[in-house]
T-cell receptor
Framework: EAAVTQSPRNKVTVTGGNVTLSCRQT?????MYWYRQDTGHGLRLIHY???????QIGDVPDGYKATRTTQEDFFLLLELASPSQTSLYFC????????????FGPGTRLTVL | AQKVTQTQTSISVVEKTTVTMDCVYE???????LFWYKQTASGEIVFLIR??????ENATVGHYSLNFQKPKSSIGLIITATQIEDSAVYFC????????????FGLGTRVSVFP
């Protein structure tokens, strides 16, 4: 079974702060995704990637950058954090797109004060 | 753009009975994939079952099965012989065939299983 890990698990920062969320998957999956989960909005796609160096824009990309440095590692960057980015962030991976299921990490709870 | 709607916000059932939850979706694409995920109280999100739009037979995995009604754009999840540990939030999601995108999720249905 795919293993997806995220760090940190909890993060508190202040408005305007710089935050990097990390995700690593160890099953050689090609696709990786960043989602945010908010009450009333469910899970929404921020960015995704289908290989090292590749980046695709998701549905709610504003205020976020991402970088896929290797097949295993995908980072989400908040360069000027705002309170509206307080959320639960999930990373996921899948072997391919299409019908392949996604495997989710445990989530990172981010609070922007 | 795709849209997924789960109208039931919460359902309570007695252990060992069957629970059914609804999901309707919108897409202009003729080929797509529908998924159900479960989020436990600890926050873990786990894949449960998938339905390919081009398959007429309903998918079944363990005590999970689907009621796929393509003309109604509906994909219901059925859990038989429920157990206490089935208490969770269940999400319906979709991805269209030619779109290497992430998933579009519904808002989820919270299921509580009582003894």
């Amino acid at each position: 079974e795919a293993a997806v890990t995220q760090s940190p698990r909890n993060k508190v920062t202040v408005t305007g702060g710089n935050v990097t969320l990390s995700c690593r998957q160890t099953n050689s999956h090609n696709y990786m995704y960043w989602y945010r989960q908010d009450t009333g909005h469910g899970l929404r796609l921020i960015h995704y990637s289908y290989g090292a160096g590749n980046l695709q824009i998701g549905d709610v990309p504003d205020g976020y950058k991402a970088t896929r440095t290797t097949q295993e590692d995908f980072f989400l960057l908040l360069e000027l954090a705002s309170p509206s980015q307080t959320s639960l962030y999930f990373c996921a991976s899948s072997r391919l797109g299409g019908r392949d299921e996604q495997y989710f990490g445990p989530g990172t709870r981010l609070t922007v004060l | 753009a795709q849209k997924v709607t789960q109208t039931q916000t919460s359902i309570s059932v007695v252990e060992k009975t069957t629970v059914t939850m609804d999901c309707v979706y919108e897409t202009r694409d003729s080929s797509y994939f529908l998924f159900w995920y479960k989020q436990t109280a600890s926050g873990e999100i786990v894949f449960l079952i998938r339905q390919d739009s081009y398959k007429k037979e309903n998918a079944t995995v363990g005590h999970y099965s689907l009621n796929f009604q393509k003309p109604k754009s509906s994909i219901g999840l059925i859990i038989t012989a429920t157990q206490i540990e089935d208490s969770a939030v269940y999400f319906c999601a979709m991805r269209v065939y030619n779109y290497a995108q992430g998933l579009t999720f519904g808002l989820g249905t919270r299921v509580s299983v009582f003894p």
